[in-house]
C-alpha cells in the first residue's frame, strides 16, 4: 500500500455512489430500497472494507475444543492458522475455488456459520493498515554525531528545555510543545514497556539499540518470532516513543528511558489483518505480564494503525471486548485517531439513507470509549488541525503534534519527519511512558486521567471540537509551566521549486534570528534568544497574561514584531513570520518582494475541496490561498506559471505545507498592454480571507512599504473568493492599494 498517496476524492466518490444507490431505490418501494442499500453496502464493502482471501475468523462456542475447530476446517479442506484462546477466536486458510480450493468463499462462511453447535458466528478476515495518507516529508541533512556535550540555543537545540547532546533534537518541535522535560530520565527501571503494533521495528537502529525486546516480539503476519521491520513505519513510531537520549545521535524519544516490545502485526506493505491486530493485543498483553512476572502489571500500547467494520458486527464487538479486558489489566491503550479528515464513508451516521454508516473506523472508536484509551488527533506547530487528522469527538479524545515529525528510519540518513495521526499517537505513548515512571504506582486509568486533565484546551477557532486538548507534560510534571511563546521563522524565499528543500524540507528556516521580547507598556526588553538552525525558537519564564512584543532582527532581513499576549501557565505558539530578505538595490534592477500569509492551512476541507458546499463557516480557520500577479505584459505568475527573470512565484503553501507566498519581482517590467503590475489573492477552496486573518506585505529593497489585512467584505459568500490587493506601477515601483473583494476573477 502506499501510504503516501491521497485517497480522499476516490473515498468520496465511492460515498456518492452509495447515496444514489439508496436514493433512487427508495423512490420506488421499501423492498427496492432495502435491496439497493444491501447492494450499495456490497459495493462499498468490497472496495474499502476489503478481505484477506481465503482466511476466515470463527468465534467458536464456549463448548467448543479445539480438535472440533480443527476438524471443521480440515473438513472444508483447511487449516488453523492462529488462536485466541481467551475470546474463543480461531483463524482459518481455507482454499477456495479461485486459489485450487473446492468451494467458493460465500459457501465456506455459510458452512461455518450452519454449525451453530460449534460455531456462533464466522467471517472473513478483513484489511487493517496504516492510516491512508500518512505522509513522509524531506529527510534532513546528512550528519549523524555532534560535538560532545550540551548543545545551546541558536544551534541544534531550541531551548534550554532540550540541553542534550542529540545532534537532530532542535528539529523535534514536538518535544518543546508538549514541554517535554527531561523528568524521567535516570528512571529506566521504573519506566513501563510500550508494545508498538505495527510492521516491526529496527532494533540495530543506532537510536533504538539497546532499547527493543527483541527476542520477546512476535511477527504475526509470518506467525514467527522475527519482528524485524522492513518498512520503516514501525521504526519511525518506536523511534518517536524511546530513541535515545544525550547518546550523540539522532534524535531522542519522548520517554528515552521506555523499552519497546516489537509487536509485528503490519506487513512489509504496511497492511495486515483483523486476526493480526487482535492476536497482537493478546500477545502484548500477556507478554508484558509475563516479562513483569504478575497480572496486571504496567504497560504501554500504541496503534498507529485502523480498519472499518460494523459496529454491530462481530468483528467490532470481539476487538471491543479484548480491548476492555487489556485495558482492565491496567494497559493504556493508544491509537491513531486516522487520516481520513472526518469526509470519507466512516463518518456517516448509522442511517441507511448515508452510505457508509454501518462502517466505524477501529480501534480508534472502540480506544475512544475507554477508562484506559486515547485516541490520538494530530496538530500542527501552532496547534490548528492537520489536513489530514480525524477531529469529531466520537474518533478523537486528545490531540498530540503530529507533522514535520523527526524520528527513526531504515535509509540514510537515518532520520526523517513524517506526518500523520500515525507520529501523533507514538507522542501520547512516550508521553504516558514518562509519567508512569516517575508516578509508578498509578492504574492505567489514572495515567489517562492526569494526561487528558493536565492538556491544553485548543479552541474551535483551530478546528478541534469544543473542548479537545493537546498534551503538555510540563502541566503533568508541575515543571516549568511558567507562561511564553514558541514558534518559528521562515524565508518566504525558498529560492523556487528545485533547491534547498531535500535539506530542511517545507519550512525553509531562517537560524540565528535574535528574538528579543519587549513589555508592550514600558518597552523594556524582558527575554532574548535566537532561533535554532530549523529556525525554531522558544522564550519562557514570562508573566501570565501580559501583553509583550516580539522582535526578529537578523543582519541582512527585513525586521519584523509581532504583539502577544501569554497564556496562563504554558508556552503558546505564535504565529509563524516569514522574514523578508533585505537587498541593495543594483540599478538597473528594482527589488520587490510580494507576500501573503495567514494564520494556518488547517484544517483542510475535503468537502470544499470537492465542491460539496461553499464552506461559509468563520469557525473553522484553516485555508488554502493563492498569491497572484498579473505583469504589465499581461502574464500571471502564480502556482500555475511560477515565472521567469522578470519576476517569479518563490514560495507556494500547497508545495511548501506552509501558510504563506511570495513573489519576487528583480526586473521592472515597463512594457507591455498594462499600465500596471497588480496583486491578488484568491481563495480557490476553503476558508474565509478575513476570519484566517490574511495579510499582504510588500517589501522594496528589504523595506517592508506596505500591508493589508483582508477586508471584511472577503467574508461574504458573493464576493470571498478574489481579494484584489493592490497595483505596483511598472516604472517607478509605487504601490497603490485597491483592497476589494469580488468573487469574479480579476484576470
Known sequence: MNTGVSLTATLIRFAGVCAALASAAASANPQA??????????????????????QYVVKAQPSAARDTIDALARS????????????????LDVPTVASGGAASAQTVLATLQSQRNVVQGAFSNTLFHIPEKMQPSWPIKAKTRGAAGALTPGEDGPNVQHATNDPFVGHQWHLAKISELNTSSGLGSSAPIVAVLDTGVAYDHMDLYGRVLLNDGYNFIDWNWWSYDYNGHGTHVAGIVS?????????????PDCTILPVKVLDDMGSGSWFSIMAGIDYADRTIDRLAGSTGARGVLNMSLGGVADP??????????????????????VVAAGNENDQTYVYCQYDPMNCGGFLTYIPAAIANALATGFSVGASDPNDYATSFTNTRSQYTNIIAPGIFIWSTTLSWPY?????????????????????????????????KTRIANNAITIGTNKGWPSGLRRIHLGKVFSTSTTPGFAGYVVNPESGGWDTGSAIYGPLQPVERVKITVKDSATGTVVKSGVTNKYGFFVIDGLNPSTSYSINYAKKGYAPRVQSVTTAANYVSAVDPVFLALKRVETAPFEDILVTLEWDSMYPYRAECVFGLEDCTDTVTRG??????????????????????????????????????????????????????????????????MPTVRARVRVYRNGVQVATWTAPASCNSAATDAWWRVATIDRVTGGVTAINTCDDNAPF
Not at 472444508?76 to 477466536?89: H, K, P, S, T
Not at 482492565?328 to 491503550?333: D, F, S
Not at 532520520?415 to 511512558?433: D, I, N
Request: aromatic content about 10%; overall charge negative.
Open 415 to 447: 532520520y526523517q519527519a513524517w506526518g500523520g495521526t500515525s507520529m501523533a499517537s507514538p507522542v501520547v505513548a512516550g508521553s504516558a511512558g514518562r509519567v508512569w515512571a516517575q508516578f509508578p504506582t498509578l492504574d492505567a486509568a489514572t495515567v
Open 243 to 255: 530513541a535515545s537520549s544525550n547518546n550523540l545521535e539522532g534524535v531522542h524519544g519522548v520517554c
Open 312 to 333: 454491530n458486527s462481530l468483528e467490532y464487538i470481539e476487538m471491543d471486548a479484548l480491548l476492555d479486558d487489556v485495558g482492565a489489566n491496567n494497559k493504556l491503550i
Open 623 to 688: 485555508a488554502e490561498l493563492d498569491l497572484f500577479m498579473r505583469r504589465p505584459d499581461g502574464s500571471v505568475v502564480s502556482y500555475a506559471n511560477t515565472g521567469d527573470i522578470w519576476g517569479r512565484l518563490t514560495r507556494d503553501s500547497y508545495y511548501y505545507d506552509t501558510p504563506g507566498e511570495a513573489v519576487h519581482i528583480r526586473d521592472l517590467m515597463d512594457f507591455g498592454a498594462y499600465t500596471n503590475y497588480e496583486i491578488a489573492v484568491n481563495r480557490p477552496y476553503w476558508g474565509r
Open 76 to 91: 472444508l479442506g483447511g487449516r488453523i492458522v492462529g488462536v485466541i484462546e481467551r475470546r474463543n477466536l480461531y483463524l
Open 33 to 54: 430500497a432495502q435491496g439497493g442499500i444491501e447492494a450499495a453496502r456490497a459495493e462499498v464493502l468490497s472496495r474499502l472494507e476489503r478481505v484477506i482471501p481465503s
